[in-house]
């Protein structure tokens, strides 16, 4: 039996879902700026609106850093800067808008297998964790989360919550 699916609707949100996931994923906790790895930038400029953003390269040309114009004071209006959560009025708006807030979190940190039977969500943040379990539940999915090490050059940093899912096809 499939999980219920929560019907809500929009009311004027200040950004749109696709970039907000997408910030939530790689955008700095202070402002409005994404970090873009350079072999996906081309697939998704378009859906981030970036024909007017600042952008910087690094040494390498293996990612972009990016600043969208206007969006520290969207983020500061919804008090996001320096405290990534889903907002209560994201969360309880239309199914579309939660669908394209969840591809902005996917297309940010976030994969399917290769035969598309998992997909799977991974952040350090635990609150980012709950908020796309509970956009997911809504949305008709059953996530699961789990709880593990995340680690750089093999040195234990912080806690990785994963959550996966069964993308409907």
């Known amino acids: 039996?499939?999980?219920?699916?929560?019907?809500?609707?929009?009311?004027?949100?200040?950004?749109?879902?696709?970039t907000l996931g997408f910030?939530?994923?790689?955008?700095?906790?202070?402002?409005g700026r994404v970090t873009i790895n350079a072999v996906d930038f081309q697939g998704v400029e378009s859906y981030l609106s970036l024909s007017?953003?600042?952008q910087q390269w690094n040494d390498?040309?293996?990612?972009?850093r990016v600043t969208i114009p206007g969006m520290k004071t969207k983020l500061r209006q919804l008090d996001l800067?320096?405290?990534?959560?889903i907002p209560e009025e994201y969360l309880?708006?239309?199914?579309?808008?939660?669908?394209?807030?969840?591809?902005?979190?996917?297309?940010?940190d976030g994969h399917i297998e290769a035969n598309g039977v998992r997909a799977e969500?991974?952040?350090?943040?635990?609150?980012?964790a709950i908020g796309i379990s509970e956009l997911l539940f809504s949305l008709g999915y059953r996530p699961r989360m789990s709880v593990g090490e995340a680690k750089l050059y093999g040195r234990v940093v912080s806690p990785k919550y994963r959550v996966?899912?069964?993308p409907k096809l």
């Open 121 to 128: 969500y991974c952040t350090t943040d635990e609150s980012l």
């Open 52 to 54: 007017n953003a600042a």
């Open 60 to 64: 390498r040309r293996t990612a972009v």
């Open 23 to 31: 910030w939530l994923g790689d955008g700095d906790s202070d402002c």
């Open 81 to 85: 800067l320096s405290n990534k959560h």
């Open 1 to 18: 039996q499939e999980p219920p699916c929560l019907y809500g609707e929009d009311k004027g949100l200040p950004i749109d879902p696709y």
């Open 92 to 108: 309880r708006s239309s199914a579309g808008t939660r669908l394209a807030l969840v591809q902005g979190l996917m297309d940010s």
């Open 164 to 166: 996966r899912f069964r």
